[in-house]
């Protein structure tokens, strides 16, 4: 392995297109409660809207030598921004500043995880939240069937907080 962490502007988020279509595909394969819901989640239904949303945001890319092997995206949103028509994802009254930051995707190949990669991706999204003064609760959001990505994040110090949609999301928070 040859291996290249690259942080990426928004304007070539499309780089991002085949590996956050596989993500979604690999939370469906794993998910036993309403799968069905990732059928219309893809590159620019999620990754898209979202960045256009967010108020800021971090993308990072791994390549071994030109292929791209995993991502993460994290994003700093209004709190209004997590309940919609979709689902209220925490009770806004507990988060007491304007701002959130979320680690909103995160996929690494098959072939390349458990070798660190991941825990490098998330130190760096977790170091530039952390420049936010104005942020001080922090989400991530997991799909159920996916117990490897939440002990994963529990063993990083976040903390199982509740379910939402019925199972369908496990939210995390820190
Ligand atoms: C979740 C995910 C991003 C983690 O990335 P990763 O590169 O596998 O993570 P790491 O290798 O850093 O860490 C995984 C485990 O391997 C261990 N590990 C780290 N380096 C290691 C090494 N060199 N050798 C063996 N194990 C190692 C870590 O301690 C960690 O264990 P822990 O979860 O008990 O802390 C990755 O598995 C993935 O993309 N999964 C599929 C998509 C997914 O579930 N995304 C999350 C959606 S919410």
């Not at 991706?121 to 939240?129: A, G, K, Q, Y």
Request: net charge negative.
């Amino acid at each position: 392995m040859n291996l290249k962490y690259e942080v990426i502007t928004e304007d070539n988020i499309s780089l991002c297109r085949d590996l956050c279509n596989e993500l979604m595909a690999f939370q469906k394969s794993k998910a036993h409660i309403t799968p069905e819901r990732f059928d219309s989640m893809n590159f620019e239904t999620r990754m898209v809207p979202s960045v256009k949303s967010a108020i800021h945001n971090y993308i990072v890319i791994v390549k071994d030598v030109e292929e791209i092997v995993g991502y993460v995206y994290s994003n700093v949103s209004p709190k209004e921004a997590y309940s919609n028509d979709f689902a209220t994802f925490f009770d806004l009254s507990t988060v007491k500043k304007d701002n959130v930051g979320c680690l909103s995707q995160f996929f690494i190949k098959d072939g390349y995880r458990q070798f660190g990669i991941g825990s490098v991706l998330f130190n760096m999204s977790m170091e530039w939240l952390r420049q936010f003064n104005d942020v001080e609760d922090y989400f991530i959001y997991v799909s159920n069937g996916n117990t490897e990505a939440l002990e994963f994040y529990v063993s990083k110090g976040f903390t199982v907080s509740h379910d939402i949609l019925d199972g369908f999301i496990t939210v995390l928070r820190k």
